[in-house]
């Protein structure tokens, strides 16, 4: 006899959800606060309920989704969160439950604490949970249903996502203070293909800032390659080279107590969009996605970056 969907419990899922996000059985217990013996229990429930194996477990390598779980993982996500929209429309006064939301990875120091306060202020019940990601991540985070809402550059991002423009924010170079360059109102890429570069190397954001030269016919020199935003401005503020950036801190001071120079550079270059993203499929927000991208409008829309970009259009 096939399984009833009535034979399914929302705790099988959401045990399963917990142990496939972690990859392990003890982590998952760990975050709900129960027996590891309990998750193991419903998820070997669940498979013989739906007659096909969700996991691998390994004990070396933890828990392996089947190319099953993995589709079963998508629609659990759905499940949950569409379960606790429904809830949360009982109790329109308030927002409760869990908001998942992705952020670029440089994005997260400049805006996520202010974000994380002023929804906290909003919606003192409703917990954030935050995932960092590269550009290439954002997509398939989405789909996968990790993430409600992504707070993302619009860099190289999948034609299939829907995409709201928060700001914009210009391409500079930075050297460090004592550089030849600084203190410049301005310089030229021909220029500064000639000195050491120090790269920011991520996915799709590696080849936007090397696009920058190759579309002016300029090869630069690569000297260095790091993932960390704030290892590049350190090994710039010591004079290791130069890099190219979008974000400005607000204090030019570095974890190595150099500081850094920016310099707008003379040719027409390239800005990036900031923006808000969101699954294509045409699954209308939740209404804590949409509490969260309200509060991106307040605090990114309005800030002095956005005004700034506005000017320049």
Not at 67 to 75: I, S, V
Not at 121 to 148: F, M, Q, S, Y
């Amino acid at each position: 006899m096939p399984t009833s969907r009535r034979d399914i419990s929302l705790t099988q899922l959401t045990y399963f959800v917990a142990a496939a996000e972690h990859g392990s059985m003890t982590a998952a217990a760990e975050e709900l606060l129960i027996a590891q013996s309990a998750i193991s229990t419903a998820i070997t429930h669940l498979e013989h309920q739906l007659g096909i194996q969700l996991m691998i477990r390994q004990r070396a390598k933890g828990l392996q989704l089947t190319a099953a779980g993995e589709d079963f993982l998508q629609r659990s996500r759905r499940i949950l969160a569409e379960v606790d929209e429904t809830v949360a429309a009982l109790h329109s006064e308030s927002l409760t439950g869990k908001v998942s939301v992705g952020c670029f990875r440089t994005l997260a120091p400049f805006f996520l604490p202010t974000l994380v306060r002023d929804l906290g202020e909003r919606a003192p019940k409703l917990h954030v949970g935050i995932t960092e990601l590269t550009a290439d991540e954002v997509a398939p985070a989405l789909a996968a249903h990790r993430i409600e809402v992504a707070l993302t550059y619009d860099l190289g991002l999948d034609a299939t996502l829907r995409l709201e423009r928060l700001a914009q924010v210009p391409l500079y170079a930075a050297v460090a203070q004592h550089h030849p360059l600084a203190h410049r109102e301005s310089v030229s890429l021909a220029e500064l293909a000639k000195e050491p570069l120090v790269l920011l190397d991520l996915p799709l954001s590696r080849d936007y800032f090397l696009r920058t030269f190759t579309n002016h016919g300029l090869q630069p020199t690569v000297r260095y390659r790091f993932e960390s935003y704030e290892a590049v401005r350190a090994m710039v503020a010591m004079g290791h080279g130069f890099t190219l950036l979008n974000q400005q801190p607000k204090i030019d001071s570095t974890y190595s107590g150099g500081s850094l120079y920016h310099i707008p550079i003379l040719e027409p270059t390239r800005s990036l969009d900031i923006v808000l993203a969101w699954n294509g499929e045409g699954a209308v927000p939740t209404r804590r996605a949409r509490a969260f991208a309200d509060t991106c409008r307040d605090v990114i829309g309005g800030s002095e970056l956005a005004m700034a970009a506005d000017e320049h259009l």
